[in-house]
């Protein structure tokens, strides 16, 4: 996907959202993620965790031009954060 968009002009700018572990755990259980067939076992998580190591995968990843933490805002604030980061329009509908 990015070379699609890169070879037709656009760009790709990378946002990565962070979240404490239990944090994350906490959230997995919250019911609006059933809607969006999201995972929401926290044992299955926790296996995840344990399987992959994720400092290799994160190296692996293209570096973001922006890092939130998801425990320090409301989404609405992280998204217009991100707006006015990235120089996107802003939409106000």
Same mark, same amino acid.
């Given at each position: 996907? &990015?070379? $699609? !968009? @890169?070879? #037709?002009?656009? =760009?790709? +700018?990378?946002? %990565?959202?962070?979240?404490?572990?239990? /944090?994350?755990? &906490?959230? $997995? !259980? @919250?019911? #609006?993620?059933? =809607?969006? +067939?999201?995972? %929401?076992?926290?044992?299955?998580?926790? /296996?995840?965790?344990?399987?992959?190591?994720?400092?290799?995968?994160?190296?692996?990843?293209?570096?973001?031009?922006?890092?939130?933490?998801?425990?320090?805002?409301?989404?609405?604030?992280?998204?217009?954060?991100?707006?006015?980061?990235?120089?996107?329009?802003?939409?106000?509908?």
């Amino acid at each position: 996907v &990015r070379t $699609l !968009i @890169e070879d #037709s002009g656009g =760009e790709v +700018a990378f946002v %990565r959202l962070t979240v404490p572990a239990a /944090e994350q755990e &906490r959230r $997995l !259980i @919250e019911p #609006s993620r059933r =809607e969006f +067939a999201k995972l %929401r076992s926290v044992e299955l998580l926790r /296996e995840l965790r344990g399987r992959f190591d994720f400092d290799a995968l994160e190296a692996a990843m293209p570096p973001p031009r922006l890092v939130l933490d998801t425990m320090a805002m409301t989404p609405p604030e992280a998204a217009r954060l991100i707006v006015e980061q990235l120089g996107l329009p802003l939409d106000e509908a």
